[in-house]
């Protein structure tokens, strides 16, 4: 058997047992939309490392509980909501799940509207249109103001080291633009804090 009909005749069979119950947790959910049965859940977070699957499983999962935490979604949420909840931080589910669910409702789709649309604007400031990217438009004093901005609060707010090879503050950054719909892979992330970090004094006195 091919791995393609293998993940067909998997998701197949999850898509039976589990479209059609009124609710799901959300590590139920967590491993649905990565096409793994739950049952092979030992914990809440303890899959088996060598399981393929397990570092993306547990990165939904993380953003489940916390958008659980600020009344995102609910603890048992209907499989519609958590597929459109999951689609809205960049965790799409195979198409395949909606024959059996069916559309989302209005309520369901509020969701992803909660999700995805940015706060209220100001009404009294005018709005400005963004009509090309902002390397074009920015010139090179407001370019470096915000470089500025983002190293700094990179630094002060996520612990940022220029100096380590690794830092988990790039994760925790791109984790917490995901759960604002803003979904913006690590490499970018780096790629503008080094930047950044140039801007930063060479000595910094240290406590």
Aim: net charge negative; proline share 9%.
């Amino acid at each position: 058997m091919t791995r393609v009909s293998e993940f067909i005749e998997r998701r197949d069979e999850l898509i039976r047992t589990w479209a059609l119950a009124p609710t799901w947790t959300l590590e139920e959910g967590a491993c649905l939309a990565n096409n793994v049965s739950p049952r092979l859940m030992l914990g809440r977070d303890s899959f088996p490392r060598p399981h393929p699957a397990a570092e993306s499983v547990n990165r939904l999962l993380e953003f489940a509980l916390r958008a659980r935490q600020q009344r995102q979604i609910s603890s048992h949420p209907t499989p519609a909501e958590f597929i459109v909840w999951s689609e809205g931080v960049g965790f799409p589910f195979d198409a395949k799940w909606m024959e059996p669910i069916g559309k989302p409702s209005a309520t369901e789709k509020s969701i992803a509207s909660d999700i995805r649309e940015p706060p209220p604007v100001n009404e009294s400031r005018p709005v400005q249109t963004r009509t090309a990217p902002a390397s074009e438009t920015l010139g090179h004093k407001e370019r470096t103001s915000l470089l500025k901005l983002v190293i700094g609060m990179a630094v002060e707010g996520y612990k940022f080291d220029p100096a380590k090879e690794r830092n988990a503050a790039t994760g925790e950054i791109a984790d917490d633009l995901a759960l604002l719909g803003i979904p913006l892979d690590r490499g970018t992330i780096l790629k503008w804090l080094n930047e950044g970090a140039s801007h930063l004094p060479r000595d910094v006195p240290e406590d």
